[in-house]
């Protein structure tokens, strides 16, 4: 792959701004601040850094200066049923997916996954907890096969891995890029606490 990187790349970026959090008392995680900006403003500062196109999906906002909402197709889904609605949304056939509330993913990281794209439906990092599915590029080719899974009310992001072709972006191979932090996502007031006192030190 050549090492040029252009301003923009030919790509959708969607970020998947949830709803309501029951450990946050029942509002949008995304909208908690870390430092001046909510989760979510950051995390779509980063997308449109490289994206030609930004959707935020959320079935709650109604719209958003940043971004083009996409409500889920059908509620009840979970993230898979969000990725397959931004699929269908997108205006590129290949769409880079991030939670709202990663706050540490960096530019380099997402990067690095469209650089490593070749002709693969699904590249997506590998770090020491496991794949980042919600860190990671799905080309709009798999659209039938999360079709067919989410009919059989399968929700699981992995369902439809063994149909389509899959690039692992092994993390411990680039420690330049990909850091202990980088797929933090706050789940918990606890986590919420870890990335406000992390975002301090490094800002």
């Known amino acids: 792959m050549t090492s040029q990187i252009p301003s923009k790349f030919p790509l959708s970026g969607a970020v998947l701004a949830g709803g309501q959090a029951q450990r ?6 995304t909208l908690l601040k870390l430092g001046r900006e909510s989760l979510l403003k950051q995390t779509l500062g980063i997308r449109n850094s490289f994206c030609t196109e930004t959707l935020i999906s959320s079935n709650t ?5 940043e971004g083009r909402i996409v409500p889920d197709q059908k509620e009840g889904q979970g993230p898979l049923g ?11 056939p290949y769409l880079m997916i991030v939670a709202g509330d990663m706050p540490f ?19 997506i990092p590998r770090s020491p ?13 798999c659209i039938p096969y999360i079709a067919a899974q989410l009919k059989d009310n399968n929700f699981k992001i992995r369902g439809f891995f063994d149909n389509v072709r ?23 007031p606890d986590d919420l606490q870890r990335a406000r006192t992390l975002y301090q030190k490094t800002n």
């Open 24 to 29: 946050f008392g029942g509002q949008d995680k």
């Open 61 to 65: 906002l109604r719209q958003h200066p």
């Open 82 to 92: 969000a990725i397959y609605s931004c699929l269908l949304a997108a205006r590129n």
């Open 105 to 123: 993913i960096t530019p380099a990281a997402l990067t690095k996954l469209w650089l490593e794209r070749e002709d693969y439906d699904v590249i």
């Open 129 to 141: 907890d496991g794949l980042q599915p919600l860190a990671a590029i799905y080309k709009q080719s």
């Open 166 to 188: 899959i690039k692992l972006i092994t993390c411990t191979d680039f420690p330049d890029i990909y850091q202990d932090n980088t797929f933090l996502n706050i789940n918990s």
